[in-house]
């Protein structure tokens, strides 16, 4: 059974960075598609970043220059970086994991395609 469990939310100043990482066990497949979403306070699940088995990353375009998704294989790890964050970047986060490839950017998934979803961990920013 696949298990995906977030860490490193916290809150930071405007302006601050942050590393989440979500730890994966019981994926065996060597193809996948893992992505980064967030939830903020009233509003509807919007994605992040996704990365590839492949390698290939997308962001949608709020993430852009700022946050970086990787994955360490060896540790069964996925991060994402988070810089220069602001007050709307404040929400879960959620980690997800299909064993489908990414078919399309992140910024045209649904949460539909994902059948993995950690618990989430909480981002607040301060202005």
């Known amino acids: 059974q696949v298990h995906l469990v977030e860490s490193g939310g916290g809150s930071v100043q405007a302006g601050g960075s942050l590393r989440l990482s979500c730890a994966t066990s019981?994926?065996?497949?060597?193809?996948?598609?893992m992505a980064w979403w967030r939830q903020a306070a009233g509003k509807e699940r919007e994605g992040v970043a996704a990365?590839?088995?492949?390698?290939?990353?997308t962001y949608t375009d709020s993430a852009k220059g700022r946050f970086t998704i990787s994955r360490d294989n060896a540790k069964n790890t996925l991060y994402l970086q988070m810089n220069s964050l602001q007050p709307d970047d404040t929400a879960m986060y959620y980690c997800?994991?299909?064993?489908?490839?990414?078919?399309?950017?992140?910024?045209?998934?649904?949460?539909?395609?994902?059948?993995?979803w950690g618990q989430g961990t909480q981002v607040t920013v301060s202005s």
């Open positions: 990365l590839d088995s492949d390698g290939t990353t």
């Open positions: 019981g994926y065996t497949d060597s193809d996948y598609c």
């Open positions: 997800a994991a299909d064993v489908l490839r990414c078919w399309t950017p992140i910024s045209t998934m649904t949460t539909g395609f994902f059948e993995h």
